[in-house]
């Protein structure tokens, strides 16, 4: 593949960068400033492994060089010895061409963070809110597989065990990429245990996953904030505690509310309930800097309908099938295990590829 001179030119600036970011970082007067530290540090992770490639493809352009001279002045078995190291080269630089090109797509502003989601039965009435426990369940799951931390912010139990809605923080570093794609209606296709001729039915679930915030990424006016304190209560409507522990906050501005109840303690909740405002916060920026709020918020949730799904879990045949890949699994007892990995790699990779292909949707 022949050199794109703008695009070295590119590589050589980054390369140059990173030399003055490693220069920083090694300024004592920089431990001082925990804000610089941190964005350096980010930078010096971004700019590291594409620096790496690109020394690597010059190191590769240099070793084809080299060989094709030493093959053109060969003869015999030598000329043979040589034309191999040719083409080990040219494979070497081809396969580093396309991983500089993935790593020079544009950067998911929310890569790295830690991801609050929030499920909530929609439409089937108690069998939505079973299935939305499922999923909760299912997720978990994953998270341990993967490493990760969950944190329960808040649930809303139904009256027969299932979940009106809850919402969990997840933690590791590559939570938001892979959960991402899990926004949106998920539809179950099975016979309720409510049911008692045994006909299957379709209900459906959503799952809204947000990128956590940090308090530097949003500045929030206490002066636009709604604070009410009330009792806890528990399925059915009745009091759970006897002290106005439980915690709604409403942004005003934004007409955003969130409640949580599940600490004793009205700080502890206070403080999740401002986590997860954050996060709705940031969510909300980032859509309307792309000027596509209604449109992203429908793209996650939709109506909640049954028809309006991105993924289906038919108990019956032990099929799952991801809509957006035309994806279909006979494996849904593993997935609801929490072996997720085969759909979220599949979806990453979607976006890849479309991102390669120029095509941002």
């Known amino acids: 593949m022949p050199a794109d001179p703008s695009r070295d030119a590119r590589l050589d600036a980054l390369e140059q960068e990173l030399d003055d970011v490693e220069a920083a970082l090694a300024d004592p007067s920089t431990a001082a400033e925990p804000a610089r530290l941190r964005e350096l540090s980010r930078r010096h992770k971004e700019l590291g492994e594409v620096v790496a490639a690109w020394r690597d493809l010059r190191r590769a352009r240099g070793d084809l060089e080299t060989a094709r001279e030493m093959a053109d002045e060969s003869s015999g078995d030598d000329r043979d010895v040589m034309q191999a190291e040719v083409d080990a080269a040219e494979r070497a630089i081809a396969a580093l061409e396309q991983r500089l090109s993935l790593l020079l797509l544009p950067k998911d502003p929310n890569d790295g963070r830690n991801v609050i989601v929030e499920i909530r039965g929609a439409e089937g009435g108690e069998e939505a809110n079973l299935f939305a426990r499922d999923l909760f369940e ?52 099975r016979v309720p245990v409510t049911e008692s001729k045994g006909r299957v039915h379709t209900s ?15 500045t929030i006016d206490p002066g636009d904030l709604k604070i009410d304190v009330y009792r ?67 793209s996650q949730v939709g109506g909640g309908g049954r028809s309006e799904k991105i993924r289906t879990y038919n108990f019956k045949e032990n ?7 035309n994806l279909t699994l006979y494996k849904l007892d593993q997935v609801l295990g929490g072996d997720l990995d085969e759909l979220t790699d599949a979806l990453m990779a979607d976006k890849r590829a479309k991102q390669l292909a120029g095509d941002e949707s």
Request: without cysteine; hydrophobic residues 35%; proline residues 3%.
């Open 138 to 189: 299912m997720y978990t799951r994953y998270a341990a597989h993967r490493g990760w931390h969950v944190e329960l912010l808040s649930q809303s139990e139904s009256d027969r065990g299932g979940l009106n809605e809850v919402v969990f923080a997840v933690k590791g570093a590559d939570a938001w990429r892979r959960l991402e794609h899990e926004a949106g209606p998920h539809r179950v296709q």
């Open 204 to 218: 459906s679930a959503t799952v809204m996953v947000l990128p956590e915030a940090d308090e530097v990424d949003v």
């Open 232 to 298: 806890s209560t528990g399925p059915g409507g009745q009091s759970v505690n006897t002290t106005d522990s439980a915690v709604r906050i409403t942004h005003v501005p934004t007409g955003i509310v969130v409640a949580m109840q599940d600490e004793k303690s009205q700080i502890q909740n206070r403080a999740k309930a401002m986590t997860v405002l954050r996060a709705r916060l940031l969510k909300t920026e980032q859509d309307r800097r792309s000027s596509e709020l209604a449109a992203q918020r429908k």
């Open 319 to 325: 099929r799952v099938t991801d809509h957006r890949l």
